[in-house]
């Protein structure tokens, strides 16, 4: 699942990885990825952090919250070079930072990764 609240971003992840053989939920805000995981989503995340109302950080305390995390894979991807202390906080709950710009190839070795990792 793709939760950014940028258009392009959500278009351009959705072919790539539909291109390498994956099932790609994307959705724009943070209510969506809890609402997606409450119908039963499991697998990798990729989570923007700056989206309005509810950023990646708020998702994941969500997330946590309603103990939604099981069966998940949450990397944040985002613009930020830098984490925010929140990272501190949510580490756990987090496998990785990933910045944009990606480099797509990476991005899907990554998360073919965690795939592997977890099956």
């Known amino acids: 699942m793709v939760v950014d609240d940028d258009p392009y971003i959500l278009i351009t ?31 990798v995340i990729l989570m923007d952090i700056m989206m309005p109302i509810m950023n990646g950080w708020d998702t994941i305390r969500q997330i946590v919250k309603e103990k939604l995390y099981k069966g998940i894979i949450i990397s944040m991807l985002t613009a930020k070079d830098l984490p925010d202390p929140d990272i501190t906080e ?30």
């Not at 992840?13 to 119908?39: A, M, N, Q, S, W």
């Not at 756990?92 to 899907?108: G, Q």
């Open 90 to 119: 949510l580490k756990r709950y987090i496998k990785d930072y990933i910045t944009k710009p990606f480099n797509p190839e990476e991005l899907v070795s990554i998360v073919n990764n965690y795939y592997k990792k977890n099956n």
């Open 13 to 43: 992840l959705r072919e790539l990885f539909e291109e390498y053989g994956f099932e790609v939920y994307t959705v724009p805000t943070g209510k969506d990825c809890i609402d997606e995981l409450k119908h039963g989503f499991k697998g």
